[in-house]
Each structure stands twice: as structure tokens, then as C-alpha cells.
């Protein structure tokens, strides 16, 4: 049996760490096959292997920091710290830990929550042009947004221009009654959220009135060219590549444009090809153009999505699988047909 004692850790922590009903420990003690048990202020942490008890506690410092940062700590974040210690990787850690993006409108501060986060803020500062694409619940658009505003508030661009298609997920919802703005609302909806967050719904009001903040469908941008501007382009999969050729050529000067989207989300007519694919196979060796690609590890929603998106994966595999198995026998029968 291996022991190791981590000690003079606050109260606070411990609660934070033990979470409701010993919720999180037991997290924890399942993933590395160890006993966490806590006596005043000092963790004590015993298992069958010194690698398991090490990791253990590597685990538990690491979310100390989290815990210093005032954030709270969650399922998600002890798995995704458990993922990093069993990588060997805490010293990429280190890089999210400092870094503050912005403030939202009630003084949260906004800070990547993983690595591959952190990776996307640095690349959205040092290029013109990045693609952030990825899985649901990355914070691929949270993140671009609350960049947006950063700029805004530092005085690095004179405006923030947001827009996305106007594609319906899989249904169609016939004609909308009210205005212009009425009907383009419910597909713009998670960009108000974001911005409203962040700046808070009066401000956030105020900057649209005076067109600091513009909010438009991708099918406005046409024949515009935006100097002085931080645009992003949301669910840029379910563009055409002639939409997106269009949008890319916006760009005006000490512009920066981001691009977001989930290639696995196409809701684009049948054999339709996607502008997002088309052009991620296009711009790949631009320099000033970043390709950035967010995994399952990045997702930050419910512990659930993270799990959904990994069954979809394997399906996915499975069929890729099965089908290029299958094709020599397909080709033989077409010959035989032939014959």
C-alpha cells in the first residue's frame, strides 16, 4: 500500500473538491483506484501503486489552482484534468489558468477552461483569419464573441460584426410573421445570448442602435467591405462554398475574421457540399489563415455531450469501416453485371 499527504489546503477547497455526497472525490478515487480521505486541511491519498497515488495527487493540486481562479469545480473539470494528468500534460495547464479573456456584464471573468481552448484564444490573436472548428459545447463561439468585445473594449476595432445562415436545423418552419428582424431573430439567437452576457442587455441595446454591434444574415453581407472590424461567421457548415468564398472576401482593413463550425452538423440540402469543408481543403497553407480543430476532450457543456459526442464518433468509424469493406465486393458485382 502507497500513501501520500497533501497539506495546509484551505476548508474551502476540501468542500469544493469532496463536492456534494463525496460526488467528485469518488470521481477521482474510481479513475486512479485510490482512497481520498480528508482530516484537517490535509488530503490523504492511499492506493495499490505508486503511479496511481501519484497521479492522484498530481490531480487534486492541479484543481487547487482551478479553485484559486474562483471558479467552481465540476464533473466536467475533474475529468478533464484526470484526462490531462494521465497524459502527462499538467504543464500545459498552466497556460489557462492566468489568462482572463474579458468580464462579463456581472464581473465573471471569461477564461478558456482547457488547453485546447487556450490554443484557439492564442491563435484568434496572432492571425488574421481563424477557423474554429469542433464539436458542440467547445465554446467555439462564446469564446470568438468574448474576444470580439475585448478588441471592442480595448479600442482595436471600431465594431463587431456577427452573422451566420439562415438554414433551419433539419426542419423547415414555413413563414415567419413580423419584420425583417423578426423573421432573422430565431436563427441569430445564441450570438444575442453570448453578447448579452457579456455586455449586458442595455449596452449591449445601445451599441446595436449606434450600428457598433451589427447582427446580420450571412445573405446581407454581399457587395460590403468592413475595415476596422472583428467579424464572425457561426455555423459557417451550413454555408455554400459560394457564400462562403463571398464571406471571406469582406475582409477590409486591420479586420480580423473568425469562423466557426461543426462539419458533422451539415444541414445543407442533400449532396450539397459544404462551404466550411470546401474551404478548410482551400486555405489550408495561407499564412495568416489558422485552421484550428477542437476534440471531444474541449467540450465544457453537460459531462453527457461529451459521451453523445464519442458514440457518434465510433458509429461513424464503424460505417466508414463497413464501407470500405464492402466496396471490393460492390466492384466485383458491378463487373460481373458488366459481364
Do not use: W
Not at 318 to 324: L, V
Amino acid at each position: 500500500m502507497f500513501e501520500k499527504s497533501i497539506p495546509d489546503l484551505s476548508i474551502d477547497f476540501v468542500l469544493k473538491l469532496f463536492g456534494t455526497l463525496d460526488g467528485n472525490i469518488e470521481n477521482i478515487e474510481n479513475a486512479f483506484s485510490v482512497s481520498v480521505i480528508s482530516r484537517e486541511g490535509v488530503i490523504r491519498i492511499s492506493g495499490d501503486t505508486a503511479s496511481d497515488v501519484n497521479m492522484a495527487a498530481s490531480c487534486i493540486e492541479q484543481l487547487e489552482k482551478v479553485s484559486k481562479m474562483s471558479e467552481s469545480i465540476d464533473e466536467n473539470t475533474i475529468n478533464y484534468v484526470i484526462t490531462i494528468v494521465r497524459e502527462e500534460k499538467e504543464n500545459e495547464l498552466d497556460a489557462i489558468y492566468n489568462d482572463c479573456i474579458c468580464l462579463t456584464n456581472k464581473g465573471k471573468p471569461i477564461k478558456a477552461k482547457t488547453v485546447g481552448q487556450q490554443k484557439y484564444v492564442d491563435a484568434i490573436n496572432q492571425n488574421t483569419i481563424v477557423f474554429g472548428v469542433g464539436p458542440a459545447g467547445t465554446g467555439k463561439t462564446f469564446l470568438a464573441v468574448a474576444m470580439a468585445v475585448n478588441a471592442l473594449k480595448k479600442k482595436q476595432v471600431s465594431k463587431i460584426v456577427l452573422t451566420r445562415p439562415a438554414v433551419e436545423a433539419g426542419e423547415k418552419l414555413g413563414f415567419l410573421p413580423g419584420d425583417l428582424q423578426s423573421k432573422i431573430d430565431p436563427y441569430l439567437r445564441p450570438l444575442y445570448d453570448a453578447l448579452g452576457e457579456m455586455l449586458g442587455n442595455e449596452s449591449f441595446k445601445n451599441c446595436g442602435e449606434k450600428g457598433i454591434i451589427e447582427i446580420v444574415p450571412l445573405a446581407y453581407m454581399r457587395g460590403r467591405t468592413l475595415d476596422d472590424a472583428f467579424i464572425i461567421l457561426d455555423e459557417a457548415q451550413n454555408t455554400t462554398p459560394e457564400q462562403m468564398k463571398m464571406f471571406l472576401t469582406r475582409l477590409g482593413n486591420n479586420s480580423k475574421a473568425i469562423i466557426t463550425g461543426d462539419i458533422t452538423q451539415v444541414d445543407l440540402p442533400y449532396l450539397r457540399k459544404s462551404g466550411l469543408v470546401d474551404a478548410l481543403e482551400i486555405l489550408d497553407d495561407i499564412k495568416g489563415i489558422c485552421i484550428f480543430k477542437f476534440t471531444h476532450k474541449d467540450v465544457v457543456r453537460h459531462p453527457l455531450v461529451q459521451k453523445i459526442i464519442l458514440a457518434y464518433e465510433k458509429r461513424n468509424r464503424e460505417n466508414s469501416q463497413r464501407n470500405e469493406n464492402e466496396r471490393p465486393r460492390r466492384e466485383t458485382f458491378k463487373r460481373r453485371i458488366k459481364e
